[in-house]
């Protein structure tokens, strides 16, 4: 009896027992000439920017859209795998010469950005609508597909 109140208890707490599962998300410098090595399986883009930035000694700024999941096995320079990684975001990098590959540059920080909005946006006057402001030339006496949307301030 003892022994099948052990297999029970077995079969019930091993399932429950955490497993050693690969890490979401590595990278690895493999080489100047190679770059370096990013895994992501089922990671959310934010953690992925943070291990990159930790393992490549980058300064982040991420206030970009952080829950997309990525999964990617991309072997490129780093700038090179970044673009890859955001593409369509709004990233700006800021590059060094690399201290350890000569003639290479390394990521110094990396800003990646709210994506922009499809409002439109203000209108922008015209050079010709710029000039009647400034010469006092009111709407009225402009044609109608060159009058100002908004009159000039008094």
């Known amino acids: 009896m ?4 052990r297999a029970l208890l077995l079969a019930v707490l091993l399932p429950a027992a955490p497993t050693s599962a690969a890490p979401p998300v590595t990278v690895e410098r493999i080489g ?9 399986h089922g990671a959310p883009l934010s953690q992925v920017m943070e291990t990159l930035s930790r393992e490549l000694g980058f300064t982040l700024k991420f206030q970009g859209e952080g829950s997309r999941v990525v999964d990617t096995e991309l072997t490129r320079q780093p700038a090179a795998l970044l673009r890859k990684l955001l593409e369509g975001d709004n990233v700006v990098v800021d ?3 690399d201290r350890h590959c000569p003639g290479r540059q390394a990521l110094a920080r990396v800003w990646v950005l709210p994506r922009g ?3 439109p946006r203000p209108h922008e006057p015209t050079p ?3 000039y009647r402001r400034a010469h006092g030339m009111t709407n009225e006496s402009a044609p109608p597909e060159a009058r100002d949307p908004v009159p000039p301030a008094r």
């Open 128 to 130: 010709q609508e710029l």
């Open 117 to 119: 909005e499809d409002a």
């Open 32 to 40: 100047c000439k190679e770059g370096v090595r990013l895994v992501a």
């Open 2 to 5: 003892a022994t099948i109140v």
């Open 95 to 97: 590059e060094v010469p």
